[in-house]
């Protein structure tokens, strides 16, 4: 146990290590969210109407609506990024010295995840000092509700790129398919719009959608009561998902000791 919780740590530290030497991954995992935030949120704030939960007579405008799904997006960056990282372990050797030694294929799993989960939740919190920008008073109630919401995003999310770049050698195929799954999850979550208004099969695809759940309680930690209602569905739902993709990821981590070939 102890020789895996080093192990874990070990790699945890790593991955952080390799984030802090790269700044332009800082600066592009939180830079374009934010360009991308100002710029629409701007431009679609005249057009945006939708009243607040806690009074009627106040609405929230697009920037505030928009900043929790703008800090999914940089949540989803950062779990792209770090599960880059495997794949060029994978291609310089370093995974394979892993997979052969005595570290049990938790130790690993979790090392990679929460090294991802870590960095997610640091830019995440970069991120929220732009509330106020937005007209949005931060308080330590807020800050810590926001916080847990962030942390379970950013375990699910991490731990769904380890399980897809687990089984890819190619960073430019793995990019293709991150981007073909997890920016049309993100466009599907409600992040841009409010799914009362969308078709009916667009409100379905955002309610069985897990990014929708995780959105939906970064906006309860940010807007109050916005989402009364759907804070215990939502957060079984991210946690399940996470647990979920760790268990598989150790089954198909643990199942290659052997050799990884791909």
Known sequence: MNQGMLALYTLWLRELTRFFRQPSRVAGAIGTPLIFWFFLGSGLQGSFRMPSAENGLSEVSYLQYFLPGTILLVVLFTAIFSSISLIQDRNEGFLQSVLVSPAPAWAVVGGKVLGGTTMAVIQGILFIAAA????MPLSFGMLAGFAFALFLNAFALSALGFALAWRFKSVQGFHAVMNLVLMPMWFLSGALFPPGGAPAWIR???QINPLS???ALLRHALHG?????SFLLSFSIVAGFGLFLIFYSQWAAASRRAGDVL
């Open 132 to 135: 106020p920008l937005a007209g």
């Open 204 to 206: 379905s695809a955002i």
């Open 225 to 229: 009561h916005l989402e009364a209602g």
């Open 213 to 215: 759940h995780g959105l």
